[in-house]
């Protein structure tokens, strides 16, 4: 029922900064726990980050902690992710998507993010 679509990808030099936004059609995620997730070229898609469905806890993987900020706007029905210090290594294809995806219809576009060294 609910729709979300990633944005705020571009291409950044290593350093750099970018915040993604995550909107969705309606207030229905605002039940869901959600999280970002990515793919590397190659690679297995991996969890990114994690916010509770009222906001109160994150979480970030370890490679990515520190650095990251997961955070939700309720008015908005938007989910940010915003990415400090960003690394080549960060270059992916990033997802948001509920954090149990049984709830989630399926993978949407995602956001291109590309770190130059």
């Known amino acids: 029922q609910v729709q979300l679509v990633e944005s705020g990808g571009g291409l950044v030099q290593a350093g750099g900064s970018l915040r993604l936004s995550c909107a969705a059609s309606d207030g229905t995620a605002s039940t869901y726990a959600l999280g970002w997730f990515r793919q590397a070229p190659e690679k297995v898609r991996e969890f990114v980050a994690a916010?509770?469905?009222?906001?109160?806890?994150?979480y970030c993987a370890d490679s990515v902690k520190g650095r990251f900020t997961i955070s939700r706007d309720y008015a908005k029905n938007t989910m940010y992710l915003q990415m400090n210090s960003l690394k080549p290594e960060d270059t992916a294809v990033y997802y948001c998507?509920?954090?149990?995806?049984?709830?989630?219809?399926?993978w949407g576009q995602g956001t291109q993010v590309t770190v130059s060294s």
């Open positions: 916010i509770s469905w009222n906001g109160a806890n994150t």
């Open positions: 998507n509920p954090l149990d995806l049984r709830l989630a219809d399926d």
